[in-house]
């Protein structure tokens, strides 16, 4: 698995699962055309390409090319990658026809293909691992999960943490595991006023 510094904007949820069984970074998916509509999420990539720069890996199709220029239009020109990926005739598996363009998607390329994107490209990464990264199980022991008030409790900690609230669990983790170190973030959930 590849750990990446930056966050990567992907366009659905079939992109970032693809991407996430040979990446370790947070990955925020732009709903195709969802982006558009989307304030908050819209100001949290701005927040990501400020704190940690992000890289955009649309499809190579017209939609992917309006949502990657949307991006980068209101991004500094300094805090984003981008990655192209191949143009390449066929169907996704998922897909009982080709897209309207007849080419294959994020999903559709091979993980061998999109690791050789990432090192062209000379992205930050690397192969280590955090050695005390927090954990699902963290979460459950903090009361952030599984506990009566959980979801109160989650969203104080998105608040504290100046995240919005659509982040998911596993999203919530990436971004903490980059961004803290586990002590930082027990102590910042223990203050919590839930």
Do not use: W
């Amino acid at each position: 698995m590849l750990k990446v510094a930056q966050a990567v904007i992907v366009e659905g949820r079939y992109d970032k699962l693809k991407l996430a069984n040979i990446l370790d970074t947070l990955i925020i998916e732009t709903n195709g055309f969802g982006i558009y509509k989307d304030r908050q999420k819209l100001d949290f990539i701005k927040k990501l390409a400020a704190e940690r720069g992000v890289i955009i890996l649309t499809d190579s199709d017209k939609s992917g090319r309006q949502i990657r220029n949307y991006i980068a239009d209101v991004l500094p020109k300094d805090s984003f990658v981008h990655i192209y990926i191949p143009q390449i005739y066929g169907k996704e598996k998922r897909k009982t026809e080709p897209s309207k363009e007849g080419t294959l998607g994020v999903e559709g390329m091979s993980e061998a293909v999109l690791l050789e994107l990432f090192e062209k490209a000379g992205v930050q990464a690397s192969h280590s691992e955090n050695p005390n990264p927090v954990t699902n199980y963290d979460l459950f022991e903090l009361g952030l999960s599984g506990a009566p008030n959980a979801k109160e409790k989650k969203r104080a900690l998105l608040k504290a943490l100046s995240l919005p609230d659509f982040l998911s669990t596993s999203s919530l983790l990436s971004y903490v595991n980059s961004t803290m170190t586990r002590d930082e973030f027990i102590n910042l959930s223990k203050s919590l006023p839930c």
